[in-house]
Structures are given as structure tokens and as C-alpha cells.
């Protein structure tokens, strides 16, 4: 049994195997470091980052659903320069790829944000979070008014030259217009999805469970929606997805590729257990040995629908 | 902090609506520092993403326990799990009690599985104190014969009055502090060395977030050190995703703190309560 | 402890109690009643409908997945006349209300089968399903697009003086957009969801696990999105809501009446139990009654955000 | 139709991969006609909304019990429950097996959990005949002891030959039905009395689907009626969800037919099988 070939490129971004952390899941990474060792990851993504510091939103900030969770954390973060010096020196002893998520609050913050990583040889791609349900400035329209998303992209496109990962807005009627605009902009891959908007309420107070009132829903509970908006994307452009939403298992991870994905993104599941994503990628490497598919390329969009 | 899949050594009812759950844990429980937690992924609860977060009772080689009460669909489906059944642990968790300081004379304030939480604290302290429990009825009231054998002496307040003095437990305390403070006052002869005793005293708080404000509020009110372990909603519990952050005070306002990794334990000076 | 009152007017259509079936997940009404006090129920909703027979979807059409499932049933039935002939006279010994939903391939489609029905007196009301996820004509984009959405609302419109539901797509972006023009199209009130696009694959087989290779999601699984959109639906529009979406329990239905529904819809919730709609009854019944809440008007939408 | 809250009466290994859950049932219980089954909301699964179909193995004030393979998460999750344990039931459901004509001799052919679901009619035919019971190994050959004290000659295939003849249980069954069909050629003078006696052959069959179809096929060719019970997945198992469907022939072409409510037994000539 020959070793898979379990590589994937997005752009200059090299990873070792097809599988990433989803942005806000994984902190900025050495919050798990102790329990994952990172060097196994085929790229970290780490949480949303903006020009300035950003509190977020006030508490409750997640909320636990049937196969899945609320969150409406609201993007607090250190801001670029906080990030580059009290994160990206952690990342010298490491040698995984790094993916960081990037949001603002207007066109001008996202290519800011943009041009100040741009300079950094540590990162090697940038997420574009236009997706985010939990900010109430621009975020949410960024992703689902196709003009605004354009302008977005091409803001963020023309101050690096980082390869640019746009992570798409879920709720929209049909995921292909934004897909096919971000290949059109110059991205260099789309990611699919961003937790899904949402809303508990406590009927006891008739307060919602979240201080933010509405929020995401990630985990098993909206996989199947995540396979399909993969599936459908697949077929419109032909640059690289990462597809996430509810990924636990290899056999999940194996569900989005085979739907067209080319990389996974492991998130609420590392909350379930952290184990997940190095449990994802043996399972695929060892799925892929055993039917003997030699590589990731073989594999992805064979779905036979 | 460890993974480790743990094992059901002991699991029974311990008293009034709380059960104590023991479990294997040689990679954990040797590092557990008083005022850590586990964070537990329930068994049989396939359809929860999260675990649940819970302060370490006892730990040691032969295996670490926790004390919960029944409160929801986690701890619910948690009273069903077997001797023997696997229960996969992350821990220790979080930034515990801090040992007293040099000369310091602790005091303890708990309510509800604060008492849990206190314990090792109470265990490993070298000096021995006085203990304030409080709880709503006296089945609330955990583990005072334990905290006797320690060396403490417990002071006990429960809403109903079933058990000790009647009332809130931090009325119990009140009377405690001001009795230290005026007694003191009234045996020295001048005021330094009064002062100086009841100074000495460095209160550490498990309970209700009501409770803990209280316990804060004296302690900031008489200059005494408090530290208080917060219970907030977690998902993570690494400090990772940011579900469980309190304000924390700084030099021009405030920054969010994570009660999972920068505490459970914080200093009281430190913490911005809101309303 | 009074009885609260549970009452609820959706145009001309009363129910005795708020809670109804979700259409497709209750047969025509026979099919539950040897389990099922149909009577109990403040209607029965069934099956969608079309002027003519039609076959439906190839098998397998349905697949469980984690908190909810897929179904991909695609609208089969006996047609406008064959409804009327095989399952009206079914209700003659019920007094419970009863909701017809009805779907077309196209517009014409729509107001011939709202027009067969307006003449049946035992039908309460018509819902106007422009968001099967199942069908591949016109089907989905009636409940996406939103001047197609208006065309068909107001062609059927014009051909019934029954009270008209309009069953509204959970995939777009802005769900205001389309409860408005419900509203202005003169719909008596709107249902909110019905089950999300979706899909699933076969790992082994490389195969969607639904012959129709996409469906619909539903169940627990979807509920926090469905809280969502009706509780921003609520704020947009005055005439009623049915909420549906993963409603199990009394406290799932109120949290949906809260967020600002008039009535709600059991769902997948009949297959798990068929006792399920009824339970939910007494349990709301129950609760309002220990809470002293003497009607649901006194409830809806009074969630605090 | 009823829903009953049963409870374990017997939950063990009963050959092979197969368990016996046997469950009280004192409403659906004496209401089950052979072929028909029960639908089984599977405890502790709770992120599974749908309930898993079984065919009653035996039935009667006592209880109901099922024969059941592990095969996917809710049968393992079945494997768990312990005796006392309530389980949700719908059932009786279906329409079963119809008893064999007047003057007609049954044959029954299955496979897998076929044998259990063919139990009751077994039992309850008026007539014996002969069993055909196929396996992979002889571990999936159930009840064989059990029909054998029926009264029934039971005949054995398995595809590795560990029980009974090697291959498939079709091939058993084509032999003995060509040695019934020459058999009474050979022995009579004319043609119709013959014929009338292997006319009289009836065929009730329960296993995969390939071996439904096979054994349709044979019966269809030869001019004999088959029944047939189709595994089809459901969701609501009352015929409201049209989940189920298979085809069934009509005069212009064919129709859906629910396997939960109209089937799951179908007569060999009305199934238009899809390839
Ligand atoms: C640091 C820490 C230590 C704790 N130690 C103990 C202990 O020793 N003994 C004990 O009985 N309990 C303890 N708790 C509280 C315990 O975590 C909750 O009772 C438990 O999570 C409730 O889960 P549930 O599913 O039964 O309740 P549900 O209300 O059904 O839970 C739903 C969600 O809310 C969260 N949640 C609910 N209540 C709390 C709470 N009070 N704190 C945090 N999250 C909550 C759950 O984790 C879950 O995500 C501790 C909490 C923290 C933060
Ligand atoms: C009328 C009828 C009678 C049956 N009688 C028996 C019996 O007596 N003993 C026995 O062992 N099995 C029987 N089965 C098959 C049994 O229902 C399945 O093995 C079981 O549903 C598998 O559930 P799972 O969760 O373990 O498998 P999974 O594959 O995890 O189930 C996923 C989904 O697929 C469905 N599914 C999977 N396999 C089947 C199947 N073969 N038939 C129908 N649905 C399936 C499940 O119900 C569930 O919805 C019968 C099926 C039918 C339709
Ligand atoms: C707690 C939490 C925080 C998140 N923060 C971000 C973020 O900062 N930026 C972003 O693009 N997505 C964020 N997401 C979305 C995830 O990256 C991911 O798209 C989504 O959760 C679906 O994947 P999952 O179901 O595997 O979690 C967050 C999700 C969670 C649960
Ligand atoms: C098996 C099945 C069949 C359905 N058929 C229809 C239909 O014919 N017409 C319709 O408007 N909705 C149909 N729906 C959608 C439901 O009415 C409902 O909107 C959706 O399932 C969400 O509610 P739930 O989560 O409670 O099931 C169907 C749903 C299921 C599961
Ligand atoms: S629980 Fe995730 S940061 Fe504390
Ligand atoms: S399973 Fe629903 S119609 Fe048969």
C-alpha cells in the first residue's frame, strides 16, 4: 500500500495535507498547541483580524443546539499589529502553513488590514471573511450583495499578493455568483461555509440565548447544507475550495472532497475534541491507502451526481 | 494540559442533588493545581459539540473526582454513565487559587459545588482557616465534615435555616469580618498592629456570580486580597474561541479576560462586573 | 388557573390552538389517524398538491443525518382532482380546519390547482408552496427571485377567497424581502421554513445519497435558523406567521411563537413521534396556564431583543 | 396501529451478529399478523429523528420480539439497551403475509433477518411445507430448530458451504422446485393432475432484495404465486412521508406502492423492479 499523495496548493500555498482549521475555532494556535501537535495540520487558519483592536460582542456569546452551536463572538482580536507581534513570533518553532482570516468594517479596512499582512513572510495566504454573522458593520451585506462583494475582493486582491481565500456567505439563494465573482476578482480559492445565521431564544426570560441576539450555527447540524453549497460551487469555478461545516470524521472530510472540495476545514469538532483534525488526517490518508487513490487530485468532485 | 480518555472508577450519589463522579486519570490528575477543571465530554450525548466544565474535587495518582449537580441535559445524561465506562477528560484546565500569601490567614466562601472547588485549595493550604458555606437548604451544604478533618473550622448559612444560621452566606461572613476587625481593634493598643491581623486575612471564593460580587465588593471595601473562581458558559475551555470572557480591569479601562485560561480564578481588585 | 386562550385567526381560518402539521410530514390525514386525534390538532396541513398527478422522485428519497434529515420526496400526488375525490370525504367526520398545500411547475400551474380548490368548502386554506427545494421546474427560483415569487403570489391571488399562506424559501438572503411581498400581494399570512437545499454523499459509492442527489434539510437540525428568520420576518410584516423548522417540544413552539409567530407547524417530529403535535398542544396549554398567559396574542413576539 | 411505551423483557446474543430483543407489548402484541413490523425509536440515539423498522419474530400477550443485525449506528445503539429499559413502539405496521390459499402447499425462502420475519407465518399456516434458508455463513442461518419443531423441512444453503449446500439458497431452491415440477411429470399419466400439484406451490419470501427477485422471477416464470417482503428505508413507517415507495404495476403502467402501508409483502407479479 503506497502513501497517498495527500498535497494540496492553493495559489503559492503549499499544504502537506488537505486539511485546515476553520478561522475562530482554533484561536490564533497556541492555544492548542499543548493538545495538537500543529506541525501536523496542513495549514492553520487563525481567527478574524481587523486593522484595529475589536472588542466583539458582550456575553453570552455561544449557545449549544441540536448537532450544533451558536456563536456570536463578534470578531474581538488584538488588531493587525497586535497579531503580528504577539502572535506571529509563536509561529518561528513551526513550520505549518499560515492562513490568517482577515474582516473589516469598511472597504478601506479590509484592504488595510490586507496591505499590512502583505509584508509578512510568516502568512502564507489570507482568508477574506466577508461572511461573518456576528458583526453588524457591513460584514453580513459584504457576502450577500454581489456588488458589494466584488468591491470587497478587488480592494483586498490588489494590496497583496498573498494567494486570497474568500470565504463565502452561506446564505445566499445561490452560492455560484459569489463563487464565480471571487474567481473572477482573482482569488485564488473560495471557502465554503461560514456559520449559518441564526437565533435561540430563552422562553423563561424571552431574552435570546445570545447577547448579540442572532448568531451562527456551526457543526453536524448544517454539514449537509455545507456539502451541498460545496457541490454547487464545484461546478461553477474551477479554483480550489475549502469546504467546512461539520466536519468530524475522515468520512466527512472525504464527503466535501469527493463534492468537489480540494482542502477541509476542521472547526466546531476541535471543541468536541481537539483530536479532531489529526484524527481527520489519518483517517483520509489511511481511507485513501486502503482503496489505493494516490492522491487528492483523484479524488475530488467525483461525485457521480 | 492533557487529553486523556479516563475511566469510571466511582460513581454515586453523594448528597442532596450532587454526585460524585471518580474517574482514572494518571496523565491528568497528578498536575492538578487547586481551583483547575476538567473539561468533560458528557458520554452517550452524541448530539452536544461541547463539553462540560468542571472544577476538580480530589486528584491525585490513583485517579481525580469531581462533585455536579444535575442541571441540564449534560449533567443529565452524565448521572447515567457506568463503572468502567470511558469519559474522555482535556486537563488540568485554567489558572487555579494562588497559594495564601506569606503570613496570610485564608478564608474560604463557597456555595453550591464551590465547596468542590475549594477543597484542594482547602487541602494544600499551609495554614488552616475559617470556612464560610453556604447553600439554600443543608443538602446543599457539601463536604463540611471533610473540610473539619482538614483543620478547618466551617461556618454554615442556608437560605431555609436546615442548616447552620439562616440566611445568605455572606451575612454569615459580614459578621465573621467585622467581628475580626473590631475584635482586633478592641484588644491591641494602638492601631498598626490590629490593622496588620485583620490585613492578614486573604479570602478565596467559589459560588453564584451574586455571591462571588459580594465577596469581592467586602474584600475591595476593607483592602483585603480576594480571588474568586468564575463559572461562565464555556465551549472550548482552552482559550481558544473566546466564549468565556469577563472584563478585566486595566490601567485605561478594560480588556476581556477568559475565565478558562486566564482564570477561573481572578483577583477581585481585577474584576469590572457588569450588570 | 384559567385556561388560556389558544386561539388563533389566520383570515377566515380559525384554530382552536396554534399548533398545525407541517405539510408532507402528515400523509392527506388518514395515514396518522389511527394514531393521532386529528381533532386535537388546530389544523391539519397536507400534502403538496398539484392540478395533475405527478410521480415524484426516484428512491432513495429520504436520509437521516445528524439532528435532522434529508428528503428528496419531490412532490408525488394524485392531483387536484384526484385530492378531492380520495381524500375530502375523509374529513367529513373531522371538524379540524384543514390546510391544502399546493405547488406548480408554472404560474399557470399554480392559479388552476388555487382555483379547483377555492370551490371546496371543507378547505380552510391554501398554502402556497414557492420553495420546494425537490422539484427542478421553476420550483425553487419561484421562492428565491422575488418577482417571480409576486407573479406567482398574485396569480393566486386572484383565484381563491381562501385565506392564503405563502410558504417562504429559508435560502435567501434577505427573508423581509419576501415576507413583504407576501403581505403586499395579499396573503393572509406566511409559513416559515420550509426544509433548507441540501445533500449528502456515499463516501463508498461516490453516489448522493438521494436520488435526487440534492434535498431538503429538516428537523432539531435547522431549528435556530428557522427562529431566526421568522423572528425577523415578525418585525417586517403584520400579518401572521406559522413557524416551523424543528419543532419537537411545547418549549420549541414557544420559542417560535415568542420570536414572533402566530402558529406553528410539527414537522419531522410526527415521524420521531406521532404523538408529537399533540403533545406540543397540551404542553403550551400547560405552560401558558401555569404562567397565567391568557392568550397567545399575549405572547407573540414578545421576545426581548 | 398503536404507539405503545414497551419495556426489555430479554435483550441478548442469539446467533451470530443477530440479538433477541424481546419486548413487552400487551397492546400491539396480540395484534400482529405474520410479515408485519414494529417501528422502533432506538433509545439514547437521540440525534436520530427517524425510528428503524423491524419485523416481529415472535408475538403474543407475553411480548413481541425481534431478531435484529448490527449494521449502521442505530442497531449498535439497540445493542445497549438493558432489561427494564423503555422503548417506544408503532406497530403492528404493514401488510403482512396473506395465509396460503386453499389447498396449497407453502414454500417458504429467505435470508438474513428473513427467517424471523417468515417465523409467525410459519407458525401460523395451517399447512407445512418446506424452508429455504440461505446465509453468507452458517452464523446467518437463524431459527433452523425452530421451524424444524414447526413441523417445516427447512433446507440449507450458504455461500461458503458451512451449513447446508454451498451457493446461493435460490439454487437450493431451483433444483427442488425443478424435481417438484418433473417429479410429478414423471409420476403421472396425464398432464393436469400434475401440474395442479406443483401449481399448488406458494411462495412467501423475505430476504435482500436480489433474492427477492430472483425467487419473483422463478415463481413468475413457472406460474406461481410469490409474496414477497420488501426492505425498503422508511422514515414515518404509516405511509404518510411516501419515503418508501416501489413500483407496482398497474393496467396503464405503474403506480407508487408505500412498503410500509401497502407492503412490505407484495405479490411476485405486481413489483416492476428497477434496475
Ligand atoms: C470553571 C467551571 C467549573 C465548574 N465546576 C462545576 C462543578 O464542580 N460542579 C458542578 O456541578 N458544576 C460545575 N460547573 C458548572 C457546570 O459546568 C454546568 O452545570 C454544566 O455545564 C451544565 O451543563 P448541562 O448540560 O447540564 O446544562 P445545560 O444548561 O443544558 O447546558 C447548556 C449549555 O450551557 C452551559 N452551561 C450551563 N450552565 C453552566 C454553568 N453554570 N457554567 C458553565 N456553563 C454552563 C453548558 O456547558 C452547555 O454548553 C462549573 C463551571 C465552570 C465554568
Ligand atoms: C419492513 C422491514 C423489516 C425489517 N426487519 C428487520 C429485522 O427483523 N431484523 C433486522 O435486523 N433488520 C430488519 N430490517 C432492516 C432494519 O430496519 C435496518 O437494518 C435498520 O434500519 C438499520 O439501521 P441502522 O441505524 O443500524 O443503520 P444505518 O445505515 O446507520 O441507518 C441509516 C438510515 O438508513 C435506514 N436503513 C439502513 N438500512 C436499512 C434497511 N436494510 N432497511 C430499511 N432501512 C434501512 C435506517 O432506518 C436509517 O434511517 C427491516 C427493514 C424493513 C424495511
Ligand atoms: C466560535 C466560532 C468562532 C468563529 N469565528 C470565525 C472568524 O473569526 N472568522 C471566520 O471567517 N469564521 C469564523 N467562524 C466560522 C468557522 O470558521 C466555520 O466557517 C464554521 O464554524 C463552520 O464550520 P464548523 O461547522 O466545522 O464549525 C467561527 C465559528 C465558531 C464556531
Ligand atoms: C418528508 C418531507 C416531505 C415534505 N413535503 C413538503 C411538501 O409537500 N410541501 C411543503 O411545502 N413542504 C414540505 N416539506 C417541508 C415541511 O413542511 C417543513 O417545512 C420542513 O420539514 C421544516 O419543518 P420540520 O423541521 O419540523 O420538519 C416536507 C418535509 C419533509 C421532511
Ligand atoms: S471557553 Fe473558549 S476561550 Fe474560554
Ligand atoms: S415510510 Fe413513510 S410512507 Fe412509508
Known sequence: MNKPDLKVRIGSLEMKNPVTVASGTFGYGPEYAGLVDLDRLGAITVKGICTEPHVGNATPRTFETAGGMLNAIGLPGPGAQGFIKKYLPFYEKYSVPLIVNIWGKTVEDYSRVAEIFNDQARIGALEVNVSCPNVKEGGALYGTDVNLFRTVVDAVRVRTQKPLIVKLAPNVADIKVFARAAQECGAEAVSIMNSYPAMAIDIETRRPQLANRTGGLSGPAIKPIAVKLVWEAARAITIPIIGMGGIYTPEDALEFIIAGASAVAVGTASFTDPSSAVRVIEGVEAWMAAKGIGSIAELRGTVQA | ?275
Open chain 2, 1 to 275: 494540559m492533557k487529553q486523556e480518555n479516563s475511566c469510571v472508577l466511582e460513581h454515586r450519589l453523594y448528597q442532596g442533588d450532587y454526585r460524585l463522579l471518580k474517574l482514572s486519570a494518571p496523565l491528568i490528575g497528578p498536575l492538578v493545581q487547586p481551583g483547575q477543571f476538567v473539561h468533560v465530554k458528557i458520554p452517550r450525548l452524541e448530539q452536544a459539540v461541547l463539553r462540560r466544565p468542571f472544577s476538580v474535587f480530589k486528584a491525585d495518582a490513583s485517579g481525580l473526582s469531581i462533585l455536579y449537580k444535575t442541571v441540564g441535559k449534560g449533567t443529565a445524561a452524565l448521572t447515567t454513565v457506568a463503572d468502567g465506562e470511558p469519559v474522555n477528560l482535556i486537563g488540568p484546565l485554567g489558572t487555579g487559587f494562588p497559594t495564601a500569601g506569606n503570613g496570610k490567614t485564608p478564608v474560604l466562601v463557597a456555595g453550591g459545588y464551590g465547596n468542590a472547588a475549594l477543597y484542594l485549595q482547602a487541602a494544600r493550604l499551609p495554614v488552616k482557616g475559617v470556612a464560610f458555606f453556604g447553600g439554600r437548604t443543608s443538602g446543599d451544604v457539601l463536604c463540611v465534615d471533610e473540610f473539619e478533618a482538614l483543620g478547618w473550622e466551617v461556618r454554615i448559612a442556608t437560605d431555609d435555616g436546615s442548616l447552620g444560621r439562616k440566611g445568605f452566606v455572606t451575612a454569615a461572613l459580614d459578621e465573621w469580618l467585622a467581628e475580626q476587625e473590631s475584635g482586633v481593634r478592641s484588644q491591641g493598643a494602638g492601631g498598626g498592629e490590629q490593622n496588620e491581623t485583620f490585613q492578614s486575612l486573604e479570602l478565596f471564593a467559589c459560588g453564584p456570580n451574586a455571591m462571588l460580587r459580594a465577596v469581592g465588593d467586602r474584600a475591595l471595601a476593607k483592602g483585603l486580597t480576594a480571588w474568586l473562581s468564575m463559572d461562565r458558559n464555556m465551549a472550548c475551555g482552552v482559550g481558544a474561541c473566546l466564549t468565556c470572557v469577563i472584563k478585566r480591569k486595566t490601567a485605561g479601562g478594560w480588556e476581556w479576560a477568559r475565565c478558562c485560561k486566564d482564570g477561573p480564578v481572578f483577583n477581585a481588585e481585577e474584576i469590572l462586573w457588569e450588570d
